[in-house]
């Protein structure tokens, strides 16, 4: 294994994500230099004084000049507009990358732009907190983690087997599916989830702002867990829901005849069926633990290991 995959590696917005990347590559040495860029003045400033890359650039610009590689951590409803500020600058043979929750609608943004010397590999870390900005980040984030890449028909196995390797790196293992295949997965895994979530606070919220029930106050573990979902990042959120809107409609209409069949059997005091479904959904949580994406206490990975400072564990590709 060389000593560093790439020589520069340029991280386009220092969120949780590209934070937590920016410390996982140093810390494993990924690459020979980090550099960083975010549009915020004051997120730059807060990435320079935590030093999690060795420069911090003012510019997109800046940033991906002579870069190897160019991971893009932004929102997916702002990739167009980025590649567009930076595909004049992008280096002959560049490989790009992202950390998109969609992948088919970050596909179409990205090709028409890229440059025809230039690589897409299209990716997707399945790690993540309800905690955003530059401080939120850490470089055991992705350990431990799956992370998904969509090369089918926009790059060659090189690059794709390039990326996969930084994954890797950083303790993260890799599967390869379609982009469409990604979004019906995610759809359901994780984009309908937090819809629920975000459903269920409001809700919550409206109750106690109407009727003053201490909802809020009074909650239990269960409602406590569905708070995370709903605090995490609202601009990425929004973005994943507008650009993957067709699988999660989709997966939202299962959802909605799933739940009007739980309402019948609770109405007709259908015992036997309610008994079956959670009977069922328990076994899916114990497979889930199995299979190491969680520990065993259900507190939907308010756990996770943000103080770990050990070295990764290996992880082999799928």
Known sequence: MPEHLFERVAIIGI?????SLAYA???????????????????????????LAEHVEDNAKAAVEGADLVILCVPVGAIAAVMEDIAPHLSKGVIVTDVGSVKHSVVQDVMPRLPSDAQFVPGHPIAGTENSGPEAGFAELFEERWCILTPEGVCDDVATEQVAALWQRIGSSVDIMSPEHHDLVCAVTSH?????????????????????????????????????????DPTMWRDVFLNNKEAVLEMLGRFSEDLAALQRAIRWSDGEALFELFTRTREIRRGIIQAGQETDEPDFGRGLRQHQTGPASKITNS
């Open 15 to 19: 969120g949780l994500i590209g934070s």
């Open 25 to 51: 590559i140093r810390k494993h040495g990924a690459a020979r230099t980090v550099v960083a860029y975010d549009r915020v003045p004051d997120v730059r400033s807060r990435a320079m004084a935590l030093g």
């Open 192 to 232: 309908l989830p937090h819809l629920i979530a975000y459903n269920i606070v409001g809700t919550a919220a409206d109750l106690e702002e109407v009727t003053k029930s201490e909802v809020i106050k009074y909650s239990a573990a269960g409602f406590r867990d569905f708070t995370r979902l709903a605090a995490s």
